[in-house]
């Protein structure tokens, strides 16, 4: 049966919002806080009548540890009874990153945080630093003493609650820093960790001090900034993380829990910086992954649905099982806009809930500010405009299906952090328009999947037929020589412009591939051109905004063929074809102008043809005419 048609006919009985008594209801959970409970006693109906049926809840380590190794649990045993017996289940954050303190009433103490304060006397060096050499309140997960005290926290907190609440806990997240989620985090732009004893042991791994990656990577002005120790402060920050990620997890399972990890936005200018593609190697830590999104690019606001869908398919191809998907508006409430966001976040987490292993989601950042001094509450009026519904039924497909797989690979995210070309971010344009073409597309079964994914013997990887790399313009030497063993062994590869031009230092490589696509040359063009197609079709682009570059005019090698030739320069062009390869010479799917719907039908077409007719002297469909 089609993935999406079974999910659909799923979620139709499943969803709560559908109206439908069902076995196995979606998660939807909220944030709720004590001061949420105090001030309208009648939150938890009206939060069930919203559709909610969990309550994601922080349980910090310095109400339950005040003393050292005496754990008192009575006050978060009031509050989490409450929504317990008002008939929600639970998602616990064991909040012990550093977070700064909120009492039960909502009243913010600057000078405190959710780790007790004697932690940080016990434990004088146990603190993060940020790149200024300042101490940052979050401690260092790596140091020793640190672990221990934290770990007993979790398996004591973990052991008591599903005592008390059996059946009724979701999970655990592991909340290591203040963001909560699995990545190392900031304050503005002061990143994590530059502890003596981070430094200490990266210069003993690589001869050097830990670099400081503080500068945005432009792809508009042509070279990144090269930085040769780019990728291997990555690899030093992943393998700390998932240290530290797998011990918490397995202090959790030790006492019949589930672990989770809440993890932001992946393929963004801005949280490349923080290790993010650690993801990729969490999926047998965690039994549970929460993927988020808060609707802002880092410098504005982004109502942007194919965000959310995206990534749960993405955390679906790297190995989890149990996905959940985040829709966070705090940006949009503090413009007095979430309104307007509302909408947008009902149609992205309709569309999550049919990607594989979405079991469901979590709502935040609708909180209503009441008082100046203490932290807002849930906005109960705003939630009622939560409509949640399954997405509608696939039409099944005659003939054959393709799957197709997306490269997204996060060495390219961290070498073109803070890229704004054109005004966004065009690697995750790229991205994101290629994951909502092709997976609208009945035909088509869609994976994203990640560099994880090309290593031999994965098995998602043996059911492609093809992939296509969306603009991945910085990449490992050893990631193309997966590619092109998958093209060796019979798979269609496409590309969309620059692929892997630069290594994952940022050094400019020059390739693109060349001997696999068939690209003899490559001129660049400023501006916008005008092609002839093989059947006699003019096709014209324009300049534009997301098209930061103009264009690429290719020269093919022997063997390969111009799908459209440049008319002047009859040995050039924007679309090579080969034996199942096609290469673009820029980003059809980002055109902009009236020509927009022709380029991206073309860009499906070919793609399409690239598998069907691995010779291209044996394709016969017509280019569509403009």
Not at 1 to 17: E, I, K, R, Y
Not at 61 to 70: F, T
Not at 150 to 175: E, M, T, W
Request: charged share 20%.
């Amino acid at each position: 049966m089609n993935v999406l048609l079974h999910s659909a006919a799923a979620l139709l009985s499943a969803l709560l919002f559908a109206g439908a008594a069902a076995a196995k209801p979606q998660v939807a959970t909220l944030i709720v806080k004590p001061q949420d409970l105090h001030q309208n006693p009648q939150t938890i109906r009206y939060l069930q009548r919203a559709g909610i049926n969990h309550a994601t809840v922080y349980l910090n380590w310095a109400d339950v540890e005040a003393q050292p190794g005496s754990f008192n649990f009575s006050a978060q045993d009031r509050y989490f009874d409450q929504l317990i017996q008002g008939g929600l289940s639970l998602v616990v954050v064991l909040d012990m990153g550093g977070r700064t303190y909120f009492d039960a009433a909502g009243k913010r103490f600057p000078d405190r945080t959710t780790v007790p304060e004697w932690v940080y006397q016990q434990v004088p060096d146990g603190n993060m630093k940020n790149f200024s050499g300042q101490l940052t309140p979050q401690p260092d997960f790596m140091n020793p003493a640190v672990r221990q005290l934290s770990a007993q926290f979790v398996r004591n907190a973990v052991a008591h609650l599903s005592q008390r609440y059996p059946g009724k806990i979701l999970g655990y997240s592991l909340g290591l820093q203040d963001e909560h989620e699995i990545k190392y985090g900031q304050t503005g732009y002061q990143w994590r960790d530059y502890a003596e004893a981070a430094q200490a042991a990266f210069r003993a791994q690589t001869g050097a001090p830990l670099p400081v990656i503080n500068y945005n990577s432009d792809i508009a002005l042509g070279l990144p900034r090269t930085e040769p120790l780019l990728h291997a402060q990555k690899q030093f920050r992943e393998a700390r993380l998932k240290d530290a990620t797998c011990y918490y997890a397995d202090a959790v399972r030790s006492q019949g829990g589930r672990a989770m990890g809440y993890f932001g936005e992946l393929f963004t200018a801005h949280d490349a910086i923080y290790a993010t593609s650690v993801v990729e190697q969490l999926a047998d830590c965690l039994d549970i992954a929460v993927i988020d999104y808060n609707f802002y690019d880092g410098y504005r606001l982004s109502p942007d649905a194919r965000v959310l869908p995206m990534l749960a398919n993405y955390m679906a191809s790297v190995g989890y099982k149990q996905i959940m998907v985040g829709a966070y508006a705090e940006q949009w409430e503090r413009r007095k806009k979430s309104a307007e966001l509302l909408p947008v976040i009902n149609r992205t987490l309709s569309a999550s809930l049919a990607q594989p292993n979405v079991i469901g989601y979590e709502v935040g950042g609708l909180q209503r500010q009441l008082d100046a001094q203490l932290a807002g509450t849930v906005d109960l009026d705003r939630l009622q405009s939560l409509r949640v519904q399954p997405p509608a039924a696939a039409t099944a497909s005659t003939g054959p299906r393709l799957t197709i797989g997306i490269l997204a690979s996060t060495t390219n995210y961290y070498v073109w952090h803070g890229d704004r070309s054109g005004g966004v971010n065009v690697h995750r344009e790229a991205l994101l328009e290629t994951y909502r073409l092709l997976s609208a597309q009945p035909g088509i079964d869609v994976h994203v999947i990640g560099e994880k994914n090309l290593s031999e013997g994965d098995p998602l990887l043996q059911r492609l037929d093809a992939i296509v790399v969306p603009h991945q313009a910085a990449l490992p030497a050893s990631v193309k020589q997966q590619l092109t063993a998958y093209w060796k062994k019979g798979g269609t590869l496409v590309q969309d412009m620059r692929l892997g031009e630069f290594d994952e230092n940022g050094k400019p490589v020059f390739d693109w591939m060349h001997e696999v696509f068939g690209i003899a040359s490559v001129a660049w063009k400023p501006r916008g051109g005008v092609f002839l197609t093989g059947d006699g079709q003019i096709l014209r682009l324009r300049s534009s905004r997301k098209l930061y570059t103009g264009y690429a005019a290719m020269t093919p090698r022997p063997g390969y063929r111009l799908l459209a030739t440049d008319i002047l320069s009859k040995q050039q062009g924007i679309m090579v074809r080969g034996e199942r390869t096609l290469a673009f010479g820029f980003t059809p799917q980002l055109v902009e102008d009236a020509t927009q719907a022709m380029w991206q039908q073309v860009f499906v077409r070919e793609i399409v043809n690239a598998v069907r007719c691995p010779t291209p002297a044996t394709c016969k469909t017509p280019l569509p005419r403009p």
